[in-house]
């Protein structure tokens, strides 16, 4: 049983389109992290929600406990924002903060 | 920005070879992490590290895996005997609680048993 679903799994859009990710977990969650994974296999961090909405630049998270979902939003997207996308969940179980993953969407912008 | 650093970046070693990963978390971060990702698989959670003792670890953490803190600054995770399975890219991790993006990765090793 997979705790963190994402969808797409894959995503194809083109230079300057609005991209919209979501993820759906089934555990009580302390955080939500969106990660992006280059390429190269290095993974940074995007965003840490508990709540609300964040924006860093053209890109926007969003989160909606009640209903266990956040989104990730793209505007004006660019080839280089081609990644692969991951959402992940700090469980309220886990006391130590470790994260269960999803299995990321894969992100391709075309110039 | 401070950065965590893994070295090397790519490791290729024989079946049944031991083989340590080495990471330099950032310096003032409390909880340390080492995660696996196979290749076309998700990320998924080794072992976190606090206050220098294992405070949590999956059941893929089995005996053939081991961490440790020797200096203050380097994390190190050893596998004792490789084998085929463990071929994958690990990825250290560390987090400062007050920080807003709350964790901070390094860039990954990639193992190869062969």
């Known amino acids: 049983k997979n705790e963190v679903e994402q969808s797409p799994q894959n995503l194809t859009a083109q230079e300057g389109e609005f991209i919209t990710i979501n993820c759906s977990y089934s555990?009580?969650?302390?955080?939500l992290h969106w990660l992006q994974q280059h390429p190269g296999g290095g993974i940074v961090s995007l965003f840490m929600?508990?709540?609300g909405k964040k924006k860093h630049g053209r890109l926007i998270a969003t989160i909606n406990i009640q209903e266990k979902h956040s989104s990730l939003h793209i505007t004006a997207s660019h080839p280089r924002d081609s990644a692969v996308y991951i959402c992940?969940?700090?469980?309220?179980?886990?006391?130590?903060?470790?994260?269960?993953f999803g299995k990321g969407t894969k992100l391709s912008v075309k110039p | 920005e401070p950065e965590v650093t893994q070295t090397p970046s790519h490791q290729v070693t024989q079946m049944g070879q031991e083989v340590i990963l080495r990471c330099v978390p950032i310096?003032?971060?409390?909880?340390f992490y080492w995660y696996r990702q196979i290749l076309g698989q998700k990320v998924e959670f080794l072992v976190s590290f606090y206050n220098n003792e294992i405070s949590e670890k999956s059941e893929i953490f089995d005996d053939q895996f081991s961490v440790e803190r020797p200096d203050g600054s380097n994390f190190t995770l050893k596998i004792r005997s490789t084998k085929l399975e463990d071929s994958a890219m690990y990825f250290c991790?560390?987090?400062?609680?007050?920080?807003?993006?709350?964790?901070?990765f390094g860039s990954g090793t990639r193992l190869t048993v062969v």
């Open positions: 555990v009580g969650i302390s955080a």
């Open positions: 310096s003032n971060h409390l909880y």
């Open positions: 992940a969940v700090r469980s309220q179980e886990g006391s130590q903060g470790n994260l269960i």
């Open positions: 929600l508990s709540s």
């Open positions: 991790a560390s987090r400062d609680p007050g920080r807003s993006y709350g964790y901070t």
